[in-house]
Nanobody, 125 residues
Framework: QVQLVESGGGSVQPGGSLRLSCAAS????????IGWFRQAPGKKREGVSC????????YYADAVKGRFTMSRDNAKNMVYLQMNSLLPVDTAVYYC??????????????????WGQGTQVTVSS
C-alpha cells in the first residue's frame, strides 16, 4: 500500500524559505515519478516539480524555476522540496504524489496515482 506523508509547511514572510519533506513507502515499481503539486483556494491543482526514480532527473514549472529545488534521499525513502525566495502567490496546500507507471506526463495531476494529505504553505507579510 502506497503511503505519502508530507511535512514542513508553515507560514513565512515574502523572500523567506521553507523545506517540504515527503516520506514515501510501499512503492513497488522500479520506475516512477514523485511529484509536488499545489492548490490555492479557488484554483486548480497545479504541478510544481517532479523527480524521476530511474535517473533523478527533475522538472519544474516555470513559475518556480530558479527558486525551488527538488531532491531525494533514496536510503531514507524521502523526497524534499526546498523553496527559496517565496512569494505570496506560492501560498497553497502542497501535495506529494507518485506516478507509479512513469507515464511521462511530467506535471499533469491526472497521471499521478497516489497522494499525500497535503501541507499548508502561507507566504504573507
Amino acid at each position: 500500500q502506497v503511503q505519502l506523508v508530507e511535512s514542513g509547511g508553515g507560514s513565512v514572510q515574502p523572500g523567506g524559505s521553507l523545506r517540504l519533506s515527503c516520506a514515501a513507502s510501499g512503492i513497488s515499481s522500479d520506475d516512477y515519478y514523485i511529484g509536488w503539486f499545489r492548490q490555492a483556494p479557488g484554483k486548480k491543482r497545479e504541478g510544481v516539480s517532479c523527480i524521476s526514480s530511474s535517473d533523478g532527473s527533475t522538472y519544474y514549472a516555470d513559475a518556480v524555476k530558479g527558486r525551488f529545488t527538488m531532491s531525494r534521499d533514496n536510503a531514507k525513502n524521502m523526497v524534499y522540496l526546498q523553496m527559496n525566495s517565496l512569494l505570496p502567490v506560492d501560498t497553497a496546500v502542497y501535495y506529494c504524489s507518485v506516478d507509479v507507471a512513469a507515464r511521462g506526463v511530467i506535471l499533469c495531476a491526472g497521471a499521478y496515482d497516489y497522494w499525500g494529505q497535503g501541507t499548508q504553505v502561507t507566504v504573507s507579510s
